[in-house]
Nanobody, 125 residues
Framework: QVQLQESGPGLVKPSQTLSLTCTVS??????????WNWIRQPLGKELEWMGA???????HYSPSLWSRTSISRDTSKNQFTLQLMSVTPEDTAVYYC?????????????????WGQGTQVTVSS
């Protein structure tokens, strides 16, 4: 059974880059037809799909975040990583990594797929 675990700093200063890593166990991130996603949820708001990297290494980003977001992977470690640049306090949220068979935001708004437990990231000076 595949499991995902997010890791990274819980506090980031404004204008800096937020970096999170998702470590996957019980399954390979190169297995077709899965997408490996980052999703976030600010307190009191809905889930927001940020982007994904596919089993073949292709990347897909939310139009609202594409200019600040980069997703990469390390297949030797079975990990994938999120970088969100130039953060502001509005980027404060619980960040989740998830495996799914879609890059549709509606798919993840229903919490479809397999998810990590999430990690709180606060942007503050």
């Amino acid at each position: 059974q595949v499991q995902l675990q997010e890791s990274g700093p819980g506090l980031v200063k404004p204008s800096q880059t937020l970096s999170l890593t998702c470590t996957v166990s019980g399954g390979s991130i190169t297995t077709n037809p899965y997408y490996w996603n980052w999703i976030r949820q600010p307190l009191g708001k809905e889930l927001e799909w940020m982007g994904a990297i596919s089993w073949s290494g292709g990347t897909h980003y939310s139009p609202s975040l594409w200019s600040r977001t980069s997703i990469s992977r390390d297949t030797s470690k079975n990990q994938f990583t999120l970088q969100l640049m130039s953060v502001t306090p509005e980027d404060t949220a619980v960040y989740y990594c998830a495996r799914g068979t879609s890059i549709s935001s509606s798919y993840y708004s229903k919490r479809s797929g397999t998810w990590g437990q999430g990690t709180q990231v606060t942007v503050s000076s």
